[in-house]
């Protein structure tokens, strides 16, 4: 870490949905440092919240779906660069859950708000799935998907591109 760099610090709950014959749910993010890629369903604990209500209330918002279903998986962390007021390097914690199972459909549009960063929900085959159009997290569920484990190291990102 050098001395000059300004962390910024972000805290957040997500869900890995993965339908062998669908594909990983994901979502079409729209602002922050994953603006224009595919992201895991989830995000930051609002006031007073606990894990899993953070859990619950962001997939629902994302996805249009209810958590019927799910388990910890663990928990690591994203570093990279990112400029964002007077930050300069991002840290972004993660908690990952697997959902085993969900009820109601997926939905392609989502209702917007204040700080809605979804515009929706879609299935992703593995194969399409990219450091060029994923956020770390996404990466690190195809992974998980892949190896049937979960890597608890630290991804630790040269340079990122905010698209």
């Known amino acids: 870490m050098m001395k000059d760099e300004i962390y ?95 009820h109601g459909n997926i939905a392609e549009k989502v209702r917007e708000f204040p700080g809605q960063d979804s515009k929706g929900a879609l299935f992703v085959k593995l194969a399409d799935i990219t450091p060029e159009n994923s956020s770390p997290l996404v990466l690190k569920a195809k992974k998980f998907i892949q190896n049937n484990e979960f890597d608890f190291a630290d991804t630790i990102l040269q340079e990122w591109q905010v698209l």
């Open 8 to 102: 910024h610090r972000a805290f957040g709950v997500y869900g890995i949905y993965y339908r062998q014959e669908q594909g990983l749910l994901v979502i079409s993010k729209t602002s922050g440092p994953y603006a224009n890629r595919l992201d895991l369903p989830g995000g930051s604990m609002a006031e007073g919240e606990g894990l899993d209500d953070t859990l619950r209330r962001e997939f629902l918002e994302e996805t249009g779906m209810q958590l019927i279903n799910y388990q910890q998986l663990g928990i690591t962390s994203f570093r990279y660069p990112w400029r964002f007021e007077t930050f300069t390097m991002n840290n972004h914690i993660a908690v990952f859950n697997l959902v085993q199972q969900v």
